[in-house]
């Protein structure tokens, strides 16, 4: 199945900052919603973030303030900026589109944030 293509996940300090990048195949690219999950070991997957096609931004309360989802879609690529990261958010992060009933997901990023 066609998958997304996470990538810029990695290991960083309390307060430090990451951004994460998802492309999207062509074959499946559309304006339709994305989003970010996280998931951490031992916990449920989580919403964190949703985009729509024209821009228009949610975001979990857990992130609000920190985290900013955008998108390219010249580049067809959706982007999470974390900032000032904390040790709980150590997750692993995945995209998500839904497009004509079908779930389409990457195979995560491991974010880890050191104390």
């Known amino acids: 199945q066609v998958q997304l293509v996470e990538s810029g996940g990695g290991l960083v300090q309390t307060g430090g900052s990451l951004r994460l990048s998802c492309a999207v195949p062509?074959?499946?690219?559309?304006?339709?919603?994305m989003a970010w999950y996280r998931q951490a070991p031992g916990k449920q997957r989580d919403l964190v973030a949703r985009?729509?096609?024209?821009?228009?931004?949610n975001y979990a309360d857990f992130v609000k303030g920190r985290f900013t989802i955008s998108r390219d879609n010249a580049k067809k690529t959706v982007y999470l900026q974390m900032n000032s990261l904390k040790p709980e958010d150590t997750a692993v992060y995945y995209c998500?589109?839904?497009?004509?009933?079908?779930?389409?997901w990457g195979q995560g990023t491991q974010v880890t944030v050191s104390s």
């Open positions: 998500f589109l839904l497009r004509n009933g079908v779930q389409y």
């Open positions: 062509v074959s499946i690219f559309s304006f339709n919603p």
């Open positions: 985009i729509s096609g024209l821009g228009s931004t």
